[in-house]
């Protein structure tokens, strides 16, 4: 069996390795993939975006199942594009893949099915916004309605900060066309989790719980990244929010989009913040996080294809999703400068009796070396059965790991181990 997994990161490195588990599957490409993953997938360099490539790619190599899991391909079609010309995909069409495309849509949607979110007001044109923010109470957040790299989302401590964040997205387009609507909300407080699930567009089986660390720097100061890394499972989501979340969210969201005509399938992620009033959406995503999946996929003990199969042909009642007791840290290596501007090119090396620990994001191969080639260059991940040996364990792993200008936060799980549950 041939796959195809469409993405270039370490979360398509972590799914590509638990793919491989799979022994019905005799070959895995990646498109584009990257330096790191060229050693568990054969890379094709044809771009996450470049929809008519990967169709004729995928038609010209006969590939059996495609795995789509970066946002803007799903955005923009790419499941649409392929199961047009009969290859069966893991990921949401496009008129679903809207609840990550559109923070104007997503948030509507809460508001019409009665899912639990914070307050906002959507924005339209510059001047009115700024005149609302004059009232607005603050702090108050800012959200691009667009996909922006995951950095579409200000919160702003000031007044004065909000309407700078509102002429940046609508006047100096920070955003491009992501922030022509922006959406201004309530600021919720309580600690935030993140839960991936599985779904077929009927059954929801969520996968553990994850804490996601945002800011650069330690003790979360520093400006906001994609991700410097994760613990699973999150310390805050006992089983009375699961139960809580699954019948007031996870639940309801499914069948809202079935009601709207947009059935979703794959991966929905729920961003969730755990208030005093109970859990609350902030986002949802129409695929894997990253780097939570890198943490949540170690874990899982069921088959990843098998399970992906099941999302696609709407058997996930019956198929088995299990996970492990253990607990789990993935430390994100990143290039110092990181998330601004940052120098590649700098030779890593991982001892090879680790490297199935590691997850490569940012790496190329320059004249046989593994090079880097991005902000967020790889991530130490370890499995323990307890959080403590998980963390432990991950920096263990980065002590191990060496590339020039590398950076990395030292207190991943800090506040996890701190919440004593």
């Given at each position: 069996m041939k796959i195809m997994v469409i993405g270039g990161g370490g979360r398509e490195h972590a799914v590509i390795k638990k793919l491989k588990e799979n022994k019905s599957i005799d070959e895995i490409f990646a498109l584009p993939g990257n330096g790191?993953?060229?050693?568990?997938?054969?890379?094709?360099?044809?771009?996450?975006?470049?929809?008519?490539?990967i169709v004729d790619f995928a038609v010209s190599k006969k590939i059996d199942y495609a795995v789509v899991t970066p946002d803007d391909p799903l955005v923009l079609g790419c499941v649409d594009a392929l199961n047009k010309v009969g290859i069966p995909c893991f990921g949401p069409e496009a008129k679903a893949a809207i609840i990550e495309g559109?923070?104007?849509?997503?948030?509507?949607?809460?508001?019409?099915?009665?899912?639990p979110t914070a307050k906002y007001e959507v924005f339209t044109d510059m001047d009115s916004a700024l005149a609302y923010l004059?009232?607005?109470?603050i702090p108050t957040v800012i959200k691009a309605d667009g996909l922006a790299l995951g950095k579409g989302v200000i919160i702003a401590e000031t007044r004065e900060?909000?309407?700078?964040?509102?002429?940046?997205?609508?006047?100096?387009?920070?955003?491009?066309?992501?922030?022509?609507?922006i959406v201004i909300e309530e600021f919720l407080t309580g600690p935030e989790v993140s839960v991936l699930s599985f779904t077929d567009g009927k059954t929801v089986k969520p996968m553990i719980s994850s804490m996601d660390h945002k800011r650069a720097g330690d003790n979360d100061t520093g400006l906001n990244t994609g991700g410097m890394g994760t613990v699973a499972p999150n310390p805050y989501y006992t089983p009375e929010i699961a139960a809580e979340c699954m019948e007031k969210i996870f639940l309801p969201t499914i069948n809202a989009m079935n009601a709207e005509g947009?059935?979703?399938?794959g991966c929905l992620y729920f961003g969730?913040?755990?208030?005093?009033?109970g859990p609350k959406v902030i986002e949802y995503n129409c695929r894997f996080g990253d780097p939570e999946t890198q943490v949540v996929l170690p874990l899982l003990e069921s088959d990843l294809f098998e399970i992906m199969n099941a999302t696609t042909d709407g058997t996930l009642a019956e198929t088995e999703v299990r996970f492990s007791d253990?607990?789990?840290c993935c430390v994100i290596m990143a290039s110092q400068g990181y998330p601004i501007a940052y120098e590649k090119g700098y030779e890593i090396t991982i001892p090879e009796e680790i490297s199935d620990s590691v997850y490569v994001a940012g790496a190329a191969v320059k004249d046989g070396k593994l090079v880097t080639s991005g902000g967020r260059v790889l991530g130490a991940v370890k499995t323990a059965p307890t959080l403590a040996q998980a963390i432990d364990g991950a920096y263990g792993l980065v002590d191990k790991i060496s590339f020039g200008n590398a950076f990395y936060r030292k207190d991943i799980g800090a506040r996890a181990l701190k919440a004593g549950r």
């Open positions: 790191g993953i060229a050693k568990d997938a054969t890379c094709v360099p044809i771009g996450a975006t470049d929809i008519e490539k559109s923070k104007v849509f997503s948030k509507n949607l809460m508001k019409k099915y009665g899912i004059e009232t607005a109470p900060d909000a309407k700078k964040a509102v002429i940046s997205m609508m006047q100096d387009k920070a955003f491009g066309k992501s922030g022509e609507n947009r059935t979703f399938k969730l913040m755990i208030t005093p009033d253990n607990s789990a």
